[in-house]
């Protein structure tokens, strides 16, 4: 009986911890890049580049025209992503050297 009650308690106790870590988040991105996610996010340009050049040259290659508009949109989708990346990029170098 009382391990039940031990269980029970922990339980409570993981609930609980698992309530305040969702509830904590960051409001606005800090004002560092780690080395970490420098490297995380130089993947993702990357994943999204390969992608896009991907799609494109398969595109070119295709015969059928409705896969060659779904490849054309899928690479236009991953250059989005890798524009929308490097913007953010900019912007933030820009707010750093004003802040400077």
């Given at each position: 009986m009382q391990n039940q009650q031990m269980n029970q308690q922990q339980m409570q106790n993981q609930q609980n911890m698992m309530q305040q870590n969702q509830q904590q988040f960051m409001q606005q991105p800090p004002h560092v890049i780690t080395t970490k996610?420098?490297?995380?996010?130089?993947?993702?340009?990357?994943?999204?580049?390969?992608?896009?050049?991907?799609?494109?040259?398969?595109?070119?290659?295709?015969?059928?025209?409705?896969?060659?508009?779904?490849?054309?949109?899928?690479?236009?989708?991953?250059?989005?992503?890798?524009?929308?990346?490097?913007?953010?990029f900019e912007e933030k170098q820009m707010n750093n050297s004003i802040m400077q």
């Open positions: 996610d420098f490297n995380y996010i130089n993947d993702m340009l990357a994943w999204n580049l390969l992608a896009m050049k991907k799609a494109h040259f398969v595109a070119t290659q295709c015969q059928d025209q409705q896969i060659k508009t779904q490849l054309d949109a899928c690479g236009q989708m991953h250059q989005r992503h890798y524009m929308k990346l490097l913007y953010h």
